[in-house]
């Protein structure tokens, strides 16, 4: 038994849906497709949900997002469209009616979710026509997580017991359901976080005892750098479970950061193909040793700020000090990215979050001498050698750098 997921830009049109479709039907196995939202529909109804509860006008975004759905649908049965297609902006139409709540991650989550709703009705009816059964399955009754709105946390137990009811694959051979959304214990649609496709992907393939776990993209594999920041970027063909987890902890965007786990506990491979060429070999991660690896691999984050921290009075850093630190950063969900000490003063690399940075360097400034460089990048390079650390030190904006035996680290002024 398979999983496929597809994401938002390999169901962008009737066209990539058709190679979808493709690809689904050379597939022998018993499938779990996965599927997100239509290109970038969860941009727009996140906007939507905002304007919505900010009491702004949202008319344009949503006439958008029906233009945009109607279109596809149009391309896809032409003069044939099933009855059941009529009616499926009714229910954004009733939320968008009402009033909001003051919870705002919860009304994120009821509004946002349907993308994920209008993508799989859509693809189902498509699969209908096609006579290639594939059994719907609405997600939310079987990936079950807390309340915690817009980042739910999922209870694993009943998660995998609800999957192994519903995926039983003895009356179909395919099933197609959502990624991205969930239900709560009393069965309000919560959300996984952005990008979260990849996450439920991951939970139903282990859940099930996946043999693997394929995600189809519209690049040829993971890559050694994003390539549209280097244009001589290279496919990694393998990657180990742990070396994918470092990758993306250091911000690259290869998968979501919580897919690897369930995947690893089952040793459940993960691939990652490109859409456009199915039967080209993408990247695989699993349980491999990439210990040899020497392909240097470069990743930019930016919105950092370096901030130096100083005590007031003329003494050492203390243990005290970084401690009072880091607890000020857990507290405000503020992630390190690098950390540098001296006799004199502190100094880390953080995620400069909008709302979060003001407010800690006010607390920091309260007790300490605080200085700080805005809008800087940090680049992380494994497996770095002499050329790559040339590529990135060539310019002389570097503020720091920082290396271990398998990792370097250039914090450096923002480029474009
Ligand atoms: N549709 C959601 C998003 O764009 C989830 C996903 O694509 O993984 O964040
Ligand atoms: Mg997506």
């Known amino acids: ?61 949503l006439q958008e997002l029906i233009d945009y759905h109607q279109k ?18 009714e229910d954004l139409w009733q939320k968008l009616r009402e009033t909001p709540s003051l919870d705002y991650n919860y009304e994120y989550d009821q509004i946002v979710s349907i993308g994920e709703l209008l993508s799989t009705k859509i693809i189902a009816s498509y699969f209908n026509i096609l006579n290639t059964k594939a059994h719907y399955i609405d997600v939310r009754s079987v990936i079950k997580t807390d309340r915690n709105f ?19 694959f003895e009356n179909y051979k395919i099933y197609l359901t959502q990624g991205f959304i969930a239900g709560s214990t009393n069965n309000q649609t919560t959300t996984l976080g952005r990008e979260g496709s990849d996450y439920s992907a991951a939970l139903l393939a282990s859940a099930c005892n996946a043999q693997k776990l394929v995600v189809w993209k519209d690049v040829p594999g993971i890559m050694n750098a994003d390539p549209a920041w280097m244009n001589d970027a290279q496919k990694i063909d393998a990657l180990s479970y742990q070396e994918a987890i470092e990758l993306t902890y250091y911000g690259a965007k290869v998968i979501h950061p919580k897919t690897i786990k369930p995947l690893q506990q089952n040793k459940i491979p993960l691939y990652v193909n490109s859409f456009l ?64 000490m001296s006799a004199a003063s502190f100094t880390v690399c953080i995620d400069q979050i909008e709302n979060m940075f003001d407010p800690f360097i006010a607390e920091l400034q309260s007790d300490y001498h605080v200085r700080f460089n805005a809008k800087v990048e940090i680049i992380t390079i494994r497996n770095y050698n002499d050329e790559s650390l040339r590529r990135i030190l060539n310019d002389n904006d570097v ?3 920082q290396k271990t035996r398998k990792t370097a680290q250039i914090v450096r002024f923002m480029k474009n």
């Open 277 to 340: 060429e199915p039967e080209v070999a993408g990247s695989v991660i699993g349980d491999i040793d990439d210990t040899q690896n020497t392909l240097p691999v470069y990743i930019r984050k930016q919105q950092q700020a370096l901030i130096s921290i100083r005590p007031k009075t003329p003494e050492f850093v203390a243990e005290t000090d970084i401690s009072h630190i880091f607890k000020l950063m857990a507290n405000m969900h503020i992630s390190v990215q690098l950390a540098q």
């Open 72 to 89: 596809i649908i149009s391309d896809l049965f032409e003069q044939h469209v099933p009855n059941n297609l009529n009616s499926i902006y």
């Open 1 to 61: 038994m398979l999983v496929y997921k597809f994401g938002g830009a390999s169901l962008k049109d009737a066209g990539s849906i058709k190679e979808m479709v493709k690809i689904v039907k050379q597939c022998d196995d018993n499938l779990i497709i996965v599927v997100s939202a239509m290109g970038k529909t969860t941009n727009r109804l996140e906007n939507i949900a905002r304007l919505w509860f900010d009491g702004k006008d949202f008319e344009d975004q």
């Open 399 to 401: 503020l720091i750098e």
């Open 150 to 168: 817009k980042q739910a946390g999922v209870i694993w137990n009943l998660t995998k017991r609800f999957a192994l009811e519903r995926f039983t």
